[in-house]
């Protein structure tokens, strides 16, 4: 069979927004393919502060001075911001004391959900009542995003309205995520974190969000994230930050964070492990003492080591140990390991409260891995031969799951191959940029291009639709093409492969011939 391939010079990114749409549930590779690039480490002695929970006072800005004179060189809050919905007075404390190009990345809490979103204050009554209240112009993420552009940090999508977005700093990759439920947790979140991390190549990785499950706190706090985000970033072997409850406490390893199960292999509480895994295995934090108040334990009792429950907790910091404001310190790749890390936690009085090595397991590189292939549906196909226009055609209609938000097919294009006894029938490829409209970002694109005669480019027409259908909860497909001169395929099993990135969707079943034997379509 002949080959033909459909392929154009002409190529630009163009990032698709995220859309809080779809409850669906991906499953862990695996296995992942090898590429060429290896573990991406962090940059050597990168200090990083964790803080939440932080008001905007005078304790907030001892915190600061301490974040500054611990020389960290980066900020991850983990929401819950001024407590007064006023962005401008909140990072202006920011940059009075850490400076206003200072790397400052952050979470939403549930007290900045109002005030989080890009046009907060668009309406003349939002803008009075922010007069009246005296709440500082702007929202969150316009003051979030312009400090990154400042230092060159890119988010994977410059639309930050649903609560996620990750970014890559110095070698240290961060995922965000946020506040809405255990619904969105489950369904919406952890897809992301997942699509994020999957085949990612980083050798530290942070998952970030501001509520907790109640055993993963040791205060007052309900199931307000569902399990599925922290399983999700345990066996992807990413840390897990969070904050909402106003203490310090910390896990040991564990290799089940649902049933608070411990790593046998790695269980002290000072000498932690991350890495990917079925089970993967990886701690959480919560560092809620960024300024606002201190609350107590009432979860896991004795105060004092060894904790209560199921032994899951290596340190506890509340108001029951007298605890104070401060921050969690951790400077990843130390003493020229690229897999070693340190942490401790600090207060604002000088005292060190907890201390601990952190170690990463080794990974195979990822970044050119491929999920194992899911199934692509298909309603009608059919591939056509016409000897006199010498325009033979290929139409295909079906449909395949994925979350809204796992692809971006104007970025990466998309490639259908269809392959018989054989081998090769035809090879598709509809490129990247031009050609591409987003009519509704993260969940529908629509290619359309006529041959223009680039390199002898053999398209005479070509048409991809892919779409999001909400009463499915599937995306559908339709693509059109005309090919000059296709070979005629043989009857029987024909596989179609839809590729987008790094997704497949496969669909293996007989074709029978009509039309005297110029058409080929499936029963």
């Known amino acids: 069979m002949r080959r033909d391939v459909l392929q154009t010079d002409r190529a630009f990114s163009l990032i698709v927004g995220a859309v809080l749409t779809a409850f669906l549930a991906l499953t862990l590779p695996q296995s992942h393919a090898q590429s060429t690039a290896g573990p991406i480490p962090t940059d050597a002695g990168l200090k990083v502060a964790f803080i939440g929970d932080s008001g905007d006072g005078e304790n907030f800005r001892r915190v600061l001075g301490l974040i500054k004179s611990e020389g960290a060189v980066m900020v991850m809050h983990q929401g819950d911001f001024d407590y007064a919905d006023n962005p401008g007075a909140f990072f202006a404390t920011i940059d009075s004391i850490l400076g206003p190009d200072f790397p400052y990345f952050a979470s939403v809490g549930n007290h900045d959900a109002d005030r989080w979103t890009a046009g907060c204050t668009d309406s003349r009554t939002q803008r009075l009542l922010g007069s009246l209240l005296h709440r500082g112009a ?105 904050a909402h409850e106003h203490s310090y406490h910390r896990t040991k390893t564990l290799t089940s964070i649902q049933n608070q199960i411990v790593d046998a292999s790695c269980s002290g509480p000072d000498n932690l492990c991350v890495g990917r895994g079925s089970p993967g295995r990886s701690f959480v934090f919560v560092s809620g003492l960024g300024g606002e108040s201190i609350r107590d334990q009432q979860r896991c009792l004795p105060a004092t080591f060894p904790y209560g429950c199921k032994g899951e907790w290596a340190k506890i ?72 226009s010498r325009q033979d055609r290929v139409a295909l209609r079906g449909s395949f799951v994925a979350p809204p938000y796992s692809m971006n097919p104007p970025r990466d294009g998309v490639t259908l191959s269809l392959t018989d006894a054989d081998g090769h029938i035809v090879e598709i490829k509809v490129p990247a940029g031009d050609g591409w409209t987003t009519t509704r970002p ?82």
Not at 162 to 174: F, S, W
Not at 341 to 360: H, L, M, P, S, V
Not at 446 to 459: A, L, M, V
Request: charged share 25%.
């Open 317 to 388: 910091y509340t108001s029951n140990q007298g605890a104070t404001f401060g921050a969690l310190f951790i400077t990843f790749n130390i003493d020229g390991d690229p897999r070693k890390a340190q942490g401790y936690f600090k207060n604002i009085n000088g005292e060190i409260i907890d201390t601990f090595e952190i170690r990463a397991d080794a990974l195979s590189s990822l970044a050119g891995a491929r999920r194992p292939a899911a199934a692509l549906l298909l309603s009608q196909a059919k591939l056509q031969r016409d000897r006199h």
């Open 138 to 242: 702007g929202c969150y993420i316009s003051f979030l995003k312009n400090r990154m552009a400042r230092i060159g940090a890119v988010p994977d999508d410059p639309n930050l309205n649903d609560e996620m977005y990750a970014v890559t700093y110095r070698g240290l990759k961060m995922v965000f995520v946020g506040q809405e439920g255990p619904s969105y947790g489950d369904g919406i979140y952890a897809p992301y974190l997942q699509d994020q991390l999957a085949t990612d190549d980083h050798i530290w990785r942070i998952c970030s969000w501001h509520k907790n499950q109640n055993a993963m706190q040791v205060g007052g706090k309900d199931d307000e994230m569902g399990w599925r985000v922290y399983e999700t970033c345990k066996d992807l072997g990413a840390i897990i930050a969070t």
């Open 442 to 523: 993260g969940r529908e694109w629509f290619f359309k291009r006529k041959k223009d005669g680039t390199q002898g480019d053999p398209i005479v027409y070509a048409k991809l639709g892919i779409a999001f259908n909400a009463k499915t909860r599937q995306f559908d497909m339709n693509m059109k093409a005309n090919e000059m001169e296709l070979s005629p395929p043989d009857v029987g099993p024909i596989t179609a492969l839809l590729t987008i990135g790094n997704r497949e969707f496969r669909n293996t079943q007989d074709w029978r011939a009509t039309g005297k034997g110029k058409k080929l379509v499936t029963p």
